[in-house]
């Protein structure tokens, strides 16, 4: 099966599709999507839990390693 995947700008409500030349079914399905925009959407709870985990951050910087000890570390672990 031949899929083929592309974002095409629409204009005035239409938009042309134009098929490699191996593409040589003479039926197709077009299923059309608005195209996401990469929007992440948490949860509640998650949104709390990262909030609890950066003021925790925050009120404790001098808690905190250097990144490349603890890449060293996490090493060290595995």
């Known amino acids: 099966m031949n899929a083929i995947r592309q974002f ?3 204009k005035n409500h239409t938009f042309t ?3 490699p ?3 040589d079914a003479n039926t197709v399905e077009v299923i059309i999507l ?3 925009q990469n929007k992440i959407e948490f949860s509640d709870e998650t949104k ?3 909030d609890a985990r950066l ?3 925050v009120q404790n910087l001098d808690d905190v390693s250097p990144f490349d000890l603890l890449l060293d570390e996490l ?3 595995l």
């Open 21 to 23: 030349d191996d593409f």
């Open 8 to 10: 095409v700008e629409v």
């Open 55 to 57: 003021n925790d951050y």
């Open 48 to 50: 709390a839990l990262l």
């Open 34 to 36: 608005p195209k996401q």
């Open 17 to 19: 599709i134009v098929l």
């Open 75 to 77: 090493e060290q672990e």
